[in-house]
């Protein structure tokens, strides 16, 4: 590639069925518009829309003179990959319309994704230096199990999909010390918060089996990641490539969960805040500038470390815990970051970053390609 032609970026995303037939059209457009400015064509387009042997091009979307305009277009030479499907015919499927597509026209690939939760947990395992900041965390096997991990961890878990987002289908178990009686607070599929309470152990647990259902489940000792006033919190890193290809932070936010809401995710109807004002605030002085001086650590040696094991990444979203100690947790790791909390929280230099580095970055890897 030449360096007058700066190459055209696809940006995947899942079908969807709004105003537009796409989703993240909010984030595809902040995209397509610096693209434009620092020339490279970006457009959007969704797998199902890749087709054997059309020589005109891949029909896609396009922000241009302030609307989206349905056009065809060249075959992408990088893709920014945004779909999310744990499906395994879904994910077969996209596969293969994607090697159609590179026999086509060659395309890299802007970053590699994470294969969920556990992985990632026990990737993370193998670095003496990230042990201290992980929970203890087990797959679920059932209810005897369970059972045991409630007597050894002061009859307390927290569980969660080990391929969950925004906080669904999260729980947390107590067994209450007298009574006998188990109460289950959580999060469904649709993310609205509930409570239940059983009267023993074991019908708490059979009910907790099967709304575990096929799906894989964590369990984890339950956290209190909880400010003062008893608020869920966790801190929000986002880690980007730059222009350079090296890693940097683009930006660091707490995301706050309404009180009683068991998580913190925005999608459950948090808010965001700045970080460092945040902890110094809840621990002080002190011990808030070491916690966020610790994910700020934490936060620089993962990617590099993820990135040996994944192979090449773009982007990540770090969370991080913190517990009324002011210990540090590393919580989960995504390797497709959203950026609305850089928005809501008035920063416009890491929100107009965290857009700017992935065009960058895939310059960066066009140019730098052999
Ligand atoms: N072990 C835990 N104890 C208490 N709260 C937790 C624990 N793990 C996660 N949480 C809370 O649940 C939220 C969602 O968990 P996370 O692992 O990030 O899954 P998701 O993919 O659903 O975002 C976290 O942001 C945090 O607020
Ligand atoms: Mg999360």
Known sequence: MNKHHKGTMGILVGESQGPLPFSEASFCRKLCIMGGRQGMNVFVFCPEWISAGDISGIPGYIFEHGAWARKWMPRPDIIYDRTFTYDRKQMLRKQDLLSELATQHPFMYLTRGLAGKWSVYQALRKCPDFVPYLPNTVQYEGPPQLAKWLQTHGGEAFLKPRNGTHGKRTLHIQLQPYSGEMRVRGRSSRNTVFRRRFPSAESGLAWVDKFTGTRPFLVQPYLHLSSETGE????????????????????????????????????????????????IRELGVHDGKEAANEIRTLSQRIPEYLETHFGRLAELGLDFGVDRQGSVWIIEVNSKPGRSSFFRIGDPISAKKSIENPISYARYLLLSKP
């Open 232 to 279: 869920p919190f966790d801190v929000r890193v986002l880690m980007q490539k730059n222009e350079r290809g090296e890693w940097s932070l683009t930006g660091m936010v707490v995301r706050v969960g309404q009180k009683h809401s068991l998580t913190s995710n925005l999608h459950g109807g948090g808010t965001a805040y700045k970080a460092l004002p945040f902890l």
